[in-house]
């Protein structure tokens, strides 16, 4: 193997690790959150996490399809965190 490769596995392991951190980071901040913001923005942060890890397997395995599901889950993560946060503040989702 080359350095090249080497040094893209050990990015590519730091990376993982680093981002597996701070989901479960994340997820400790959803459990302990004194309120129901800090909760909504642990799942916030959740889903941009998620995003990152699906992002740096399409890298590792060098396939397409990695890229567009993180494209769908991070349009499905906003309007999920929105709806949300309309919910807890208003009462309702829909006017």
């Known amino acids: 193997m080359s350095l090249a490769t080497d040094l893209m596995n050990?990015?590519?392991?730091?990376?993982?690790?680093?981002?597996?951190?701070?989901?479960?980071?994340s997820m400790i901040?959803?459990?302990?959150?004194?309120?129901?913001?800090?909760?909504i923005l642990a799942l916030d942060t959740m889903v941009v996490?998620?995003?990152?890890?699906?992002v740096l397997l399409g890298i590792h395995q060098g396939t397409q399809i990695y890229f567009e599901v993180?494209?769908?889950?991070?349009?499905?993560?906003?309007?999920?965190?929105?709806a949300y946060a309309r919910f807890v503040l208003r009462g309702d989702i829909i006017e």
Request: proline content about 2%; overall charge positive.
């Open 49 to 54: 996490n998620a995003i990152g890890l699906i």
């Open 70 to 82: 993180a494209l769908i889950i991070a349009m499905l993560g906003f309007v999920s965190t929105v």
């Open 10 to 25: 050990a990015a590519l392991i730091i990376a993982f690790v680093v981002v597996a951190l701070a989901q479960i980071m």
């Open 29 to 39: 901040r959803l459990v302990i959150g004194p309120n129901t913001g800090d909760r």
